[in-house]
């Protein structure tokens, strides 16, 4: 097998200095592509401050169906009053909320259905070179791209092939650099994003 040549050495021990093992880079001509090594995201589905989901009590159809869970994460309901909430899986909720009808003797045996409308409590941060810094809630399947998006895309000076993405996993904190240049052209897969995700994207070295 002919020795590499010393420009594509060079470009490969300089990938390696700039990404620190996070990235694999394959070096070459138009197959090249880049893999980020980042733990899949996790999935939280509990809920809390800010959120708005719908409960539902089968038969009692004039009761409100909409819900949102206070900044102290409880939730008013109707013949039960206050409930602390924050932190439950929907179908726990569901639960409690046919427990306490049940001890109550409100209803015998009461069918309840709670589904989230809208986690507001989950959200992901972009900071830096973005049009709109700050933070977003997390809407369900979100990926980096959008998250990019949302925050108005990046500015004219942004670094594009050099954005920074935090994420807490059951290891700790583990920040990543990610190459958003070939996620837009199509040679790298896009990045789903967890609560809890942050994004920084550096301004460019001119």
Not at 4 to 24: E, N
Not at 28 to 33: E, I, L, V
Request: net charge neutral; proline share 7%; with cysteine.
């Amino acid at each position: 097998m002919p020795d590499l040549p010393a420009r594509c050495l060079t470009r490969r021990r300089l990938c390696a200095g700039l990404l620190g093992g996070a990235l694999l880079v394959a070096c070459g001509g138009s197959n090249r592509n880049t893999r980020v090594d980042l733990e899949p995201p996790t999935e939280h589905t509990t809920l809390g401050p800010g959120d708005i989901f719908n409960l539902e009590i089968v038969g009692e159809k004039d009761l409100p169906t909409e819900y949102q869970v206070a900044s102290d994460g409880t939730v008013t309901v109707p013949y039960i009053h206050e409930l602390e909430v924050a932190g439950l899986e929907p179908q726990e909720v569901a639960a409690l909320v046919r427990k306490r009808l049940m001890e109550r003797k409100i209803l015998t045996d009461p069918s309840v259905v709670v589904t989230v409308k809208e986690y507001r409590s989950k959200r992901v941060t972009l900071l830096g070179q973005v049009q709109k810094p700050g933070s977003f809630p997390l809407a369900p399947d979100m990926t980096l791209l959008q998250a990019i998006s949302l925050a108005g895309g990046m500015t004219s000076i942004a670094q594009a092939s050099r954005v920074n993405l935090t994420r807490k996993t059951k290891n700790g904190t583990r920040t990543v650099v990610v190459n958003v240049e070939e996620i837009y052209e199509g040679r790298a897969p896009d990045i789903p994003l967890q609560a809890g995700d942050s994004v920084y994207v550096r301004e460019r070295i001119f």
